[in-house]
C-alpha cells in the first residue's frame, strides 16, 4: 500500500465583512458583549448572489493549483457542508463540474462542524488503496441559515470555505498519525433545523423560523465540547505516544474561544501554539479548520514535517481528532 501526503490548501471567505457592532445594535447588546463571550471580532456573509457551491470552488481551485496535479489527475472529491445549494441534488457533483474534475466521483458528506476530519479520514484511506489523489472541500454558507432573534446562533456564525490536497507518497505511511473519530446522541437535539426533514418535513404550517439554525442550550453546548474536544485530543496523543510538547500546531474547531481555551488547558498546551481564525472570520462549521490550515500555510506559519493537532465536535453530537504530518 502507497502513502500519503498533503500537497496542497485552499481558503475562501466571503467580501462581505459584519463586525460585531452590528449585531450588538441589533439585540441591544453593549459593545464588547460578542468579542468578550466567544472571542469574535467580525465575520463573513456571502453576497446575495453566492451559493454554497460558488464559495466552495474558490477554495478548491486554491488548492488545486497548489498541488501541481491537473484537474484530470483526481479521482475523487469529498464535500464537508452542512449547507448545499439544494436538498436535491447534492452539490458536490456540481462542484467537480465546475472546477473541470471530469475524472472525479464526487459526494456531499454531512457531517456538522466535524465534516472536515471525517473526509480528510476517508480521503486518506482511498488515496492509498487507490493511488490517486483526492480533494477534500469544507465549506457552509450559516448566513442563509441563522435565526435572526436567536443571540446564540446570530453572534458566532458565518460563511467559508477551505480545501486541502491528499496524493499518493512513494513512504508507505499516511500523513495521518492517529485518527478518532466518536457519537454521543444522548443530547442530539441540542443543534438543530427542526423542519426539513423526513421526521418534520416541509408542511403549509411550517413557520420560516423552523427552517433556522437554534441553539436550545448553550450551556450544555459548551460542556459536551469541552469534554470531546479534551478527550478525543488525549486519545490520539496517546495512540502515537506523542507528548504535547511534540505538537507543533493546535488547530481546533473554531467554535468559540473559551471553548478552545478549555481544551487548551486540559492538554497542557502553550497558548502560542493553537492556531485561531475565528476573530476574523467567525464560525463556518465543517470549513473552520481546513480555512485555518490554508491561512496558516499561506502566512508561513506552518510548515513541511509539522505535527497539527486537530479536534472538533458538531452538531448530534459528532465529533473527532487527529494528528498529521505536513
Known amino acids: 500500500m502507497v502513502g500519503s501526503k498533503i500537497i496542497g490548501f485552499g481558503h475562501y471567505a466571503p467580501d462581505r465583512i459584519v463586525k460585531n457592532a452590528e449585531i450588538e445594535a441589533r439585540f441591544g447588546l453593549s459593545d ?42 483526481f479521482a475523487i472529491l469529498l464535500l464537508a457542508t452542512s449547507t448545499p445549494d439544494h436538498l436535491l441534488p447534492p452539490s458536490a457533483p456540481l462542484l467537480a463540474h465546475k472546477l473541470g474534475l471530469k475524472n472525479a466521483g464526487a459526494i456531499d458528506m454531512a457531517g456538522a462542524c466535524s465534516g472536515f476530519l471525517y473526509a480528510l479520514t476517508f480521503a486518506d484511506g482511498f488515496v492509498r488503496t487507490q493511488n490517486k489523489p483526492v480533494l477534500i472541500i469544507a465549506a457552509n454558507l450559516l448566513s442563509r441559515r441563522i435565526n435572526p432573534d436567536e443571540i446564540a446562533s446570530a453572534i458566532l456564525f458565518a460563511d467559508g470555505a477551505g480545501a486541502m ?119 463556518s462549521s465543517a470549513a473552520t479548520i481546513a480555512l485555518t490550515l490554508s491561512l496558516y500555510h499561506q502566512q508561513g506559519k506552518i510548515r513541511r514535517g509539522d505535527k497539527v493537532l486537530m479536534a472538533s465536535i458538531g452538531a448530534g453530537f459528532i465529533g473527532g481528532a487527529s494528528i498529521i504530518e505536513i
Request: aromatic content about 6%; hydrophobic content about 40%; proline content about 2%.
Open 32 to 73: 464588547g458583549w460578542i468579542e468578550k463571550r466567544s472571542g469574535i471580532k467580525e465575520r463573513r456573509y456571502a453576497a446575495d448572489d453566492q451559493a454554497l457551491s460558488d464559495i466552495a470552488f474558490e477554495a478548491g481551485r486554491m488548492a488545486i493549483k497548489q498541488s501541481g496535479f491537473a484537474v484530470e489527475d
Open 165 to 283: 490536497v491528499l496524493a499518493p507518497s512513494k513512504k508507505a505511511t499516511s500523513c495521518i498519525l492517529s485518527s478518532k473519530l466518536v457519537s454521543d446522541a444522548r443530547d442530539y437535539d441540542l443543534i438543530q433545523i427542526p423542519v426539513g426533514g423526513s421526521r418534520f418535513p416541509f408542511s403549509e404550517d411550517t413557520a420560516l423560523m423552523d427552517t433556522r439554525m437554534t441553539i436550545r442550550d448553550g450551556r450544555k453546548v459548551f460542556s459536551h465540547a469541552v469534554d470531546m474536544m479534551s478527550d478525543v485530543s488525549q486519545y490520539c496523543l496517546n495512540e502515537t505516544g506523542l507528548a504535547i510538547n511534540d505538537i507543533q500546531h493546535f488547530v481546533p474547531h473554531q467554535a468559540n474561544i473559551r471553548i478552545i481555551n478549555m481544551v487548551r488547558d486540559n492538554l497542557g498546551l502553550e497558548a502560542e501554539k493553537v492556531a485561531i481564525s475565528l476573530d476574523k472570520f467567525g464560525n
